[in-house]
């Protein structure tokens, strides 16, 4: 029993997570920069011709689609370390709730202490449900995988019949007031440490209602696990003519769908307490779930494809190091961009549009692929990965690399 080792990695797969980090630091800059009540319109805040224009961009290629992939990703991570503990001989129920209830810890302090967008609690109470299905077979999650994409349907149609029937407007969620708005942001840019904590907590508790997507990340995590049973993973120069199919099919389905919802999301106003739940909402709102699917399968195996030609292998291989050191990229995205924004430093909170936020998105992620090949040159694991598998395995793994030879981190397997 023990972490993987180098040797083991997978590379498309860390490549993979390594770009949604980009796509998670591009949805997430607004709300590291405005509150939790209006991340899903920020028109509230902003309504000018570049912003609207650059957060059209966001929500049509990024919004939705890389927060897919990292959930897939965490299914079909799950399925390798179970196939890992296997071939150790090791007792995967032996350490893996420790590695949840660690990640839960994570999320706790990085949802209540730097930023109330956290997704790990959310993944690890999702992860702790994905053990259910650890010796089910492949038809029936493939069944499960069917009945949960249904939910968002059922709900969506429940809401809109309800509105129908009664006459009256019922909120899909909370809808934000311009007063509590403004005092969050008041508080995010001028108050203290002890007032920003307090806020804190307020804006975690609102974000709960986001839970629902444990509903939907369960779907994509099971995903994850048959598409690692099915060894296309492990095989993808087997699966070429596979993989050309779906990049024709959900790449180009995947940006008219996308642009679709997102133009549509645009021509309706702002929602209000008396805002109801029309025919189009209803539309956008499902195509709202299952466009991100459609665009994110088609990113996925386009990246399959270009790394079987060795120059464009060599070029990617980068990100490969972002993605093994996701954990920590993740966390280190929300503390620059908290401290950058906050009182601490700034002030800039609430002042920021989408158009701006994405120079220091750029500048960022664009420091995190440097930085991540460089640490890995020097140290097996990044520092957050490092605690978390001592966390894990009740003992701290060595750090530092002995010897580090060019490009070890690089390994792959099955190509």
Known sequence: MGPTQASERILYVDMLRGMALFGIITANMRGFNAPESVYGEIRFLFHGRADIIAQAFIDTFIQGKFVTLFSFLFGLGFAIQMTRAEERGARFMGFYPRRLAALALFGLIHGLAIWWGDILLMYAV????????????QKTVLIWIGCLMLAPILVMSGVYIATLASHQAIPFGPVPTMDKVQNAINIYSHGSVAAIYKENWVQWKGSLFGMFFTIWALALFLMGLYVWRSGIVTRLSDYGDLMKRVCRVCLPLGI???AVVTILGLTQPLPDANTKMTFVTWITSLLGFFSPLV???????????LIRSDAWKRRLTPFAAVGRMALTNYLMQSVICTFFYYSYTTGLYG????AMGLIPTFIIYGAQIPFSVWWLKQFRFGPMEWLWRG????KLPAFRKAVAPEGEWQAAVGG
């Open 351 to 354: 002042r920021v549009g989408p």
């Open 126 to 137: 999702t992860g702790a449900i994905l053990l259910l299905f650890r010796k089910t077979t």
């Open 256 to 258: 008219v769908l996308n």
């Open 295 to 305: 665009l994110s399968a088609g990113y996925a195996s386009g990246l399959a494809l």
């Open 391 to 394: 966390m894990t395995y009740g």
